[in-house]
């Protein structure tokens, strides 16, 4: 009898290639650092339409698909941010990171 898993214990392989995790890792980094910097560096130049596709871009690749309540028609901002951010539903974190950098 050789040493193996425990009966009814089930061993699972991981199918990530390397090169796709140091991808993710990589695009991860770089999305931390870039969204770090950002308001660093952002200046008066970026149009309304331009900051709301930065945050858009920002909250899905951090937070996937919009989940909060939409604001109340009150809160101009908020409304905006929350339109932004729902018009990204159903692009991918790693996409989002990409787009935004």
């Known amino acids: 009898r050789h040493a193996g898993p425990e009966r009814g214990v089930k061993k699972y392989r991981v199918l990530v290639s390397k090169d796709s995790l ?5 695009v991860g980094s770089q999305f931390k ?7 660093k560096v952002v200046n008066n130049t970026l149009t309304d339409d331009e900051l709301k596709e930065v945050y ?13 309540e939409k604001p109340g028609m ?10 932004a951010w729902d018009g990204k539903k159903g692009l991918g974190k790693e996409d ?3 787009q935004y950098l």
């Open 74 to 83: 009150l809160d101009l901002k908020g409304k905006a941010k929350w339109d």
């Open 22 to 26: 140091i991808r993710r890792m990589s």
């Open 56 to 68: 858009a871009l920002f909250k899905q690749a951090s937070f996937g698909d919009c989940n909060t």
């Open 96 to 98: 989002a990171m990409s």
């Open 33 to 39: 650092e870039e969204a770090d910097n950002f308001f």
